[in-house]
């Protein structure tokens, strides 16, 4: 299991390689360059801010920025595990003619994503500034949570790309999936408007419902994410990782056999 | 255990699922049905294909080690075992020190990327630390003579200039034990002898290197041991010249098989008597009188391949069922090309039956396949029965090329001034 992890360390260097050959390959010889990172997030905020807060009339202030908030960490986990879910089976040049540790390459991805929502965090403080909201104290809390999306997005990611190297229409039940689950994640609402009864089993069953509101109490109501939810999730992603690795290598020695 | 090894394969065997050679996938949708449907998982044994079985193997350190064998005989999969890639069914691999394996070049090429970016990659996927690419990058641009173009992208590479790129990387990567499969062959000629050249520097600087080739040739002047395996089995192992030996008369033998399949499967004209020609094309005639039983021998018995100066013995039955006018058997020895090496007639007595030999104290004959036609027939006209493409035998001589190699000597004396 650990061995699992103490490889992707030592691989590293490997990992930072690929990491930035994917971001260089994403940008090259497009015309938009490396503006391409905001174009999708942008127009996905531009479509649900015309919908819900032009069409709809929500009453959440400053709706664009509270999207922006939450929107781009989910593109972050749901690009991850989206793109990851492939990332072994793909790489049949890798897998069968050298010895590859494996989990690289998911790491990759969430890594690579990682930078994309890093790189696109200016874009969403001056969004803000623009409504007037500036990030305060509050924002130092922002590299745990973003510590704690990283430990599960790996988890899931791991778990994904390694068993859709055995069941090949995984990949499609997880685009699905996602789908569903953004919807069941507070993005484009806030946690209150879940009716009274269920909120509560709402943010204990959806991790990503925990990190998200997080987020947005950090850069938006300005306040400390909730201590506890935080700390269960924290708890909770770190179980899932180690699982995750454990099935990873469990499965391991049939990836360059059945890729 | 002795650590004077620095490969040991023990017992190992290899087996795949048809359905993963097949490349066919579960998927969870059919694994639901399956499960709603309570049905079992239908696995056949003959769904599983071994590659290798029980491979005993040791290649000592230091030493060149050459693998041959068969496409599908399963050398590349013990090479993927020793990389790592595989885990064995069954049985140990030990491998003592640091491992590159060139199974396939520019493994993680980006053809985005120029070659200097690639370098990079590449050298760290096959397990060298930036710093040491750093180190050595000089040196492996100026291996791969493409300084010129190591900024462009690969992808406007020519599939050689990409092989020399792969290959300098691969050759830079300073293993302890070093792991090749047949890519020596990549680029031109003058790249040819300059990996061959740095083949020749591995080894002198101690490297073991276990080396799959289909090249008899490299294997022994490069090879310090070889093994041979056929069908996932370890067929021979020691001297590459005892390997080669044992390889080449083993690939001979089924070359004649090949030529002589149908043989086995023509029906023996004798009985019933006078049935239609078994094989047209190949047998026909009269059948007023037959040869059958025919045979080619060596010096203990039936034989397929023989050296150059092995002694020779064909042998058939001759019976006459009609009135046949002083038959005589023709015979003639082709190469599997066609051409015409010996031919020669002979006279068969008046009698009903006869047993026939034709006896050669030394083949004479060079490397190659060779076909014996016979023909019965008389000097009227008369076809009673001809034998066309049935019978083969190989001549391996790796010292006698061409068609002929006759008994010689040469002299050869000093002369003064």
């Known amino acids: 299991?650990?061995?699992?992890?103490?490889?992707?360390?030592?691989?590293?260097?490997?990992?930072?390689?690929?990491?930035?050959?994917?971001?260089?390959?994403?940008?090259?010889?497009s015309a938009l360059g490396f503006l391409w990172t905001f174009v999708n997030p942008l127009l996905l905020m531009a479509v649900y801010g015309l919908v819900f807060g032009i069409i709809q009339r929500t009453n959440i202030q400053h709706y664009t920025y509270f999207i922006f908030v939450g929107l781009l960490p989910w593109l972050w986990f749901s690009t991850s595990v989206g793109v990851g879910a492939s990332t072994i089976s793909d790489r049949r040049d890798l897998l069968t003619k050298v010895r590859f540790p494996a989990q690289v390459l998911p790491a990759t991805v969430v890594g690579t994503n990682l930078i994309n929502y890093l790189l696109s965090l200016p874009l969403m403080v001056g969004l803000g500034a623009l409504a007037g909201i500036w990030p305060d104290v509050h924002a130092l809390a922002f590299p745990l949570v973003l510590l704690i999306q990283l430990v599960f997005t790996l988890g899931v990611t791991f778990v994904v790309s390694a068993l859709n190297v055995r069941f090949r229409d995984l990949q499609h039940i997880v685009t699905n999936v996602l789908t569903l689950w953004f919807f069941v994640t507070p993005v484009l609402y806030i946690p209150n408007a879940v009716p009274e009864p269920y909120r509560r089993l709402y943010l204990i069953a959806n991790p990503m419902a925990v990190i998200i509101t997080s987020y947005q109490g950090i850069f938006y109501e300005h306040r400390w994410p909730h201590p506890r939810a935080l700390a269960i999730v924290a708890l909770g992603s770190v179980v899932l990782l180690i699982i995750a690795a454990q099935v990873f290598e469990r499965r391991r020695e049939e990836f360059a056999e059945l890729v | 255990?002795?650590?004077?090894?620095?490969?040991?394969?023990?017992?190992?065997?290899?087996?795949?699922?048809?359905?993963?050679?097949?490349?066919?996938?579960?998927?969870?949708?059919?694994?639901?049905?399956?499960?709603?449907?309570?049905q079992k998982r239908p696995e056949a044994p003959s769904a599983i294909i071994p590659a290798l079985r029980d491979v005993t193997l040791s290649v000592p350190r230091g030493k060149t080690f050459g693998l041959v064998g068969r496409n599908g005989s399963g050398k590349s999969t013990l090479l993927k075992l020793v990389t790592g890639i595989y885990t064995p069914t069954r049985g140990t691999v030990e491998v003592h020190g640091r491992i590159s394996a060139l199974l396939e070049l520019g493994a993680g090429f980006h053809p985005d990327f120029s070659g200097r970016e690639n370098i990079f990659v590449n050298g760290i996927i096959l397990g060298m630390s930036r710093r040491e690419i750093r180190a050595r990058l000089e040196e492996i641009i100026e291996f791969s003579e493409l300084a010129d173009f190591i900024d462009e992208p690969v992808r406007t590479y020519s599939s050689g200039m990409y092989a020399r790129l792969a290959f300098a990387v691969a050759t830079h990567v300073d293993p302890e034990i070093l792991l090749i499969d047949e890519i020596l062959s990549v680029g031109d000629e003058h790249f040819g002898r300059k990996s061959a050249a740095k083949m020749e520097e591995f080894r002198k600087a101690g490297k073991t290197i276990l080396l799959v080739t289909h090249d008899l040739s490299t294997l022994q002047r490069r090879c310090d041991q070889a093994a041979w395996l056929d069908a996932g089995l370890l067929k021979a192992s020691g001297s590459p010249v005892d390997v080669v030996a044992a390889y080449r008369a083993a690939v001979a033998e089924s070359e004649v098989l090949a030529l002589e399949q149908h043989v086995a499967r023509a029906p023996?004209?004798?009985?019933?008597?006078?049935?239609?020609?078994?094989?047209?094309?190949?047998?026909?005639?009269?059948?007023?009188?037959?040869?059958?039983?025919?045979?080619?021998?060596?010096?203990?018995?039936?034989?397929?391949?023989?050296?150059?100066?092995?002694?020779?013995?064909?042998?058939?039955?001759?019976r006459r069922y009609g009135r046949v006018e002083a038959p005589v058997l023709e015979l003639s020895l082709r190469t599997d090309g066609g051409t015409l090496v010996w031919s020669s007639s002979e006279p068969l007595p008046d009698v009903d039956g006869a047993s026939l030999t034709l006896e050669m104290p030394r083949l004479g004959l060079g490397d190659g396949n060779y076909v014996v036609d016979l023909s019965l027939g008389n000097s009227a006209g008369a076809v009673y029965d001809v034998h066309r493409n049935l019978y083969g035998f190989a001549v391996r001589a790796q010292d006698a090329s061409g068609l002929l190699a006759p008994i010689h000597r040469w002299s050869i004396e000093p002369t003064a001034g």
């Open chain 2, 268 to 318: 023996d004209p004798l009985q019933p008597r006078a049935g239609p020609p078994a094989e047209p094309g190949r047998r026909w005639g009269t059948f007023e009188a037959e040869l059958s039983g025919v045979e080619i021998h060596g010096r203990d018995g039936p034989q397929h391949v023989f050296a150059a100066d092995a002694p020779f013995r064909l042998r058939a039955r001759y």
């Open chain 2, 1 to 38: 255990m002795s650590t004077t090894d620095a490969i040991v394969l023990t017992g190992v065997s290899k087996s795949f699922r048809k359905s993963t050679i097949r490349r066919e996938h579960t998927t969870l949708k059919s694994e639901l049905v399956r499960w709603v449907k309570r």
């Open chain 1, 1 to 29: 299991m650990i061995r699992n992890l103490r490889e992707l360390w030592q691989y590293r260097a490997l990992l930072w390689n690929l990491t930035q050959r994917e971001l260089k390959a994403r940008y090259r010889g």
